[in-house]
């Protein structure tokens, strides 16, 4: 799964080091940069980045582009400076449906954490949709909304499968003092102790996906996905 990779590769990449903790970028005066697998496939739309200050993150903003005039359509929901970490247009990864009526968007919230956007496109009109979430599908649990959940990963992926269906691949990393969240996985987690106490406790799953004609998104039964090998 090539977009899974590159998101990898990019987390992996700028938490290496704190000296390279984010990736920015200095835009220019009207340069609206398109972001990584921003070009849709009919060649008529894109997906460009910009923002201010020395670390182009002021006022930060991904706007839909109508090609070949690299011409401001929209600004897409839910991509600003209060909750991006880079602003460099590769650390942005776009997936284009086949017939480019829709795009997922996925970038760092935090140094661990992918936000991932899918927006439906039609025309110069680009909507948010409610996203699918595995974990809670599995879980009834609301990552955002629970307090007793410590997560300190999260790299979800989208692969188009078909025009209007998906793939999409969901690990997350979670830190407990008890194996509950685990138990309540099963397959779909594993649990390893940590230095010092606690557990390390891992959520891996991937399923197909559908977009309906209304909008909404249907998944399928997750599977178990790949864990890694945590030190």
């Given at each position: 799964?090539?977009?899974?990779?590159?998101?990898?590769?990019?987390?992996?990449?700028?938490?290496?080091?704190?000296?390279?903790?984010?990736?920015?970028?200095?835009?220019?005066?009207?340069?609206?940069?398109?972001?990584?697998?921003?070009?849709?496939?009919?060649?008529?739309?894109?997906?460009?980045?910009?923002?201010?200050?020395?670390?182009g993150s002021e006022g930060f903003r991904i706007?839909?582009?109508?090609?070949?005039?690299?011409?401001?359509?929209?600004?897409?929901?839910?991509?600003?400076?209060?909750?991006?970490?880079?602003?460099?247009?590769?650390?942005?990864?776009?997936?284009?449906?086949?017939?480019?009526?829709?795009?997922?968007?996925?970038?760092?919230?935090?140094?661990?954490?992918?936000?991932?956007?899918?927006?439906?496109?039609?025309?110069?009109?680009?909507?948010?949709?409610?996203?699918?979430?595995l974990f809670r599908d599995v879980t009834g649990?609301?990552?955002?909304?629970?307090?007793?959940?410590?997560?300190?990963?999260?790299?979800?992926?989208?692969?188009?499968?078909?025009?209007?269906?998906?793939?999409?691949?969901?690990?997350?990393?979670?830190?407990?003092?008890?194996?509950?969240?685990?138990?309540?996985?099963?397959?779909?987690?594993?649990?390893?102790?940590?230095?010092?106490?606690?557990?390390?406790?891992?959520?891996?799953?991937?399923?197909?996906?559908?977009?309906?004609?209304?909008?909404?998104?249907?998944?399928?039964?997750?599977?178990?996905?790949?864990?890694?090998?945590?030190?």
């Amino acid at each position: 799964m090539p977009h899974r990779r590159a998101v990898l590769a990019l987390l992996l990449a700028c938490a290496a080091s704190p000296a390279f903790a984010t990736a920015e970028h200095k835009y220019a005066k009207g340069e609206y940069a398109i972001i990584l697998g921003g070009k849709a496939p009919n060649g008529k739309l894109s997906i460009a980045a910009h923002g201010g200050g020395e670390t182009g993150s002021e006022g930060f903003r991904i706007y839909l582009m109508a090609e070949p005039a690299h011409r401001k359509l929209v600004t897409l929901d839910n991509v600003t400076d209060d909750n991006i970490l880079d602003s460099a247009p590769d650390a942005f990864h776009a997936a284009w449906s086949a017939d480019s009526r829709t795009v997922a968007v996925s970038f760092r919230s935090e140094r661990h954490i992918v936000t991932l956007n899918i927006y439906a496109v039609d025309g110069a009109r680009a909507k948010l949709l409610a996203g699918p979430d595995l974990f809670r599908d599995v879980t009834g649990l609301d990552v955002a909304g629970d307090n007793d959940l410590d997560m300190r990963s999260s790299v979800p992926a989208l692969t188009w499968t078909a025009p209007r269906r998906f793939h999409l691949t969901d690990y997350r990393v979670f830190v407990a003092d008890d194996t509950g969240l685990a138990d309540k996985l099963g397959p779909l987690g594993k649990a390893s102790k940590r230095d010092g106490g606690g557990n390390t406790i891992q959520f891996s799953a991937e399923a197909d996906g559908e977009l309906m004609p209304d909008g909404k998104i249907r998944m399928g039964k997750p599977t178990p996905g790949k864990f890694e090998a945590l030190d």
